[in-house]
C-alpha cells in the first residue's frame, strides 16, 4: 500500500513562490510516476506537473510550463513541487498521486489523467492573493 503526504501549501501573494513537497512510502521511488493535480472550488481536478523517474522525464500542463519546477530525491523518496509567479488562478487543493509503472507506449498519455493513477494524498492547500 502505497502512503503519499503533501506539505508545504499556505497563503501567498501573486507574483510570490512556494515549494510544495509529496513523500511517499511503501514502494521504491524510481519505480512510479508521481503527479501534481489541483482542484480549485467548483472545477474538476487538472493535471499540473508529473515526474517519471526512471527515464528522467518531466511533463507539465501549458498553465504552469515556466513557472512551475519537478523534481526528486531519489534517498528521501519525496517530489518537489517548485512554484513561482503565483497567481490568484494557482489558487486550488494540490494533490500528489502515484502512478505505476506501464509499458512505455502507453504512459505518457496516461501521465495527464487523474483517473490512471493508483493511490493520492490528502491534499495541501494554496492560496494567492491579488
Known amino acids: 500500500q502505497v502512503q503519499l503526504v503533501e506539505s508545504g501549501g499556505g497563503l501567498v501573494q501573486a507574483g510570490g513562490s512556494l515549494r510544495l513537497s509529496c513523500a511517499a512510502s511503501?514502494?521504491?521511488?524510481?519505480?512510479?510516476?508521481i503527479g501534481w493535480f489541483r482542484q480549485a472550488p467548483g472545477k474538476e481536478r487538472e493535471f499540473g506537473a508529473a515526474?517519471?523517474?526512471?527515464?528522467?522525464?518531466?511533463y507539465y500542463a501549458d498553465s504552469v510550463k515556466g513557472r512551475f519546477a519537478i523534481s526528486g530525491d531519489v534517498a528521501k523518496n519525496t517530489v518537489y513541487l517548485q512554484m513561482n509567479n503565483l497567481t490568484p488562478e494557482d489558487t486550488a487543493v494540490y494533490y500528489c498521486?502515484?502512478?505505476?509503472?506501464?509499458?512505455?507506449?502507453?504512459?505518457?498519455?496516461?501521465?495527464?489523467?487523474?483517473?490512471?493513477?493508483?493511490?493520492w494524498g490528502q491534499g495541501t492547500q494554496v492560496t494567492v492573493s491579488s
Open positions: 498521486a502515484f502512478l505505476r509503472s506501464g509499458p512505455i507506449a502507453t504512459m505518457v498519455p496516461r501521465i495527464r489523467r487523474a483517473n490512471e493513477y493508483d493511490y
Open positions: 511503501g514502494r521504491p521511488f524510481s519505480s512510479y510516476v
Open positions: 515526474i517519471r523517474w526512471s527515464a528522467g522525464s518531466t
